[in-house]
């Protein structure tokens, strides 16, 4: 593990060089430990799939560095840490996006076998980003990874499920998008109204990293 100043007020720690279980175990114990006790000054940190950036109020902490050797150290400590996986939260899906037959032409399947083989792991959500609560969750299976749009659309409707490389998520609100969709899920995995009514504002998101996911197909009539 090592860390990088990453401007004047934030500190960048990258815990593994490649996503994986190992990843994934570290993130979660770094941001456990981060959320167990913060250092002085945090505003908010970002995890990702090899690394976590912790961002600092400058008033209270003017000099990060001065943190990085301590909070190595404290990073280093939590890894040994046991994690036990949390609970399943399952999302429904009706499998008829605009791209599952691109999909299933690419891995060479018929366009019925796209949902068992998306519905069958247990996924991870490795990181939130690009959009609201946008989940970027493996392990997809292989025969399913399918490279981006050539042209992204310029319009993804909120709920789109989508595969994008290796990885799998959910369009959170209307926004531009390359990703091949594949289906679509009323559950609203970005919701600002869910944090006005619970007083945190992580309530607005359904999904957090370290989160494990399981897609439900909804049977067609």
Same mark, same amino acid.
């Given at each position: 593990? !090592?860390?990088?100043?990453?401007?004047?007020? =934030?500190?960048?720690?990258?815990? =593994?060089?490649? =996503?994986?279980?190992?990843?994934?175990?570290?993130?979660?114990?770094?941001?456990?430990?981060?959320?167990?006790?913060?250092?002085?000054?945090?505003?908010?940190?970002?995890?990702?799939?090899?690394?976590?950036?912790?961002?600092? !109020?400058?008033?209270?902490?003017?000099?990060?560095?001065?943190?990085?050797?301590?909070?190595?150290?404290?990073?280093?400590?939590?890894?040994?840490?046991?994690?036990?996986?949390?609970?399943?939260?399952?999302?429904?899906?009706?499998?008829?996006?605009?791209?599952?037959?691109?999909? =299933?032409?690419?891995?060479?399947? !018929?366009?019925?076998?796209?949902?068992?083989?998306?519905?069958?792991?247990?996924?991870?959500?490795?990181?939130?980003?690009?959009?609201?609560?946008?989940?970027?969750?493996?392990?997809?299976?292989?025969?399913?990874?399918?490279?981006?749009?050539?042209?992204?659309?310029?319009?993804?409707?909120?709920?789109?499920?989508?595969i994008g490389g290796e990885h799998t998520g959910i369009y959170t609100v209307e926004s531009a998008g390359g990703?091949?969709?594949?289906?679509?899920?009323?559950?609203?995995?970005?919701?600002?109204?869910?944090?006005?009514?619970?007083?945190?504002?992580?309530?607005?998101?359904?999904?957090?990293p370290g989160d494990r996911v399981k897609f439900v197909p909804i049977k067609m009539r």
């Open positions: 593990m !090592n860390w990088v100043a990453y401007g004047p007020r =934030a500190l960048l720690f990258r815990f =593994a060089e490649c =996503a994986s279980d190992a990843a994934f175990h570290r993130s979660r114990a770094i941001a456990a430990e981060l959320e167990k006790l913060p250092p002085p000054g945090l505003v908010e940190f970002t995890t990702a799939f090899t690394t976590v950036l912790l961002e600092f !109020n400058p008033q209270i902490t003017p000099r990060p560095t001065v943190l990085a050797p301590q909070l190595l150290a404290r990073f280093q400590a939590a890894l040994v840490t046991e994690m036990f996986p949390g609970s399943i939260k399952e999302i429904p899906v009706s499998y008829d996006g605009e791209d599952v037959g691109r999909v =299933a032409a690419a891995a060479r399947v !018929n366009i019925g076998d796209i949902g068992e083989l998306h519905s069958r792991p247990v996924y991870k959500v490795y990181m939130l980003g690009f959009s609201p609560g946008f989940p970027y969750m493996g392990d997809l299976d292989p025969r399913l990874h399918t490279p981006r749009l050539a042209s992204p659309r310029t319009k993804v409707r909120p709920g789109s499920v989508a990703w091949n969709i594949i289906g679509h899920t009323s559950v609203k995995i970005f919701d600002p109204t869910r944090a006005a009514a619970d007083g945190r504002d992580k309530a607005m998101f359904f999904l957090s």
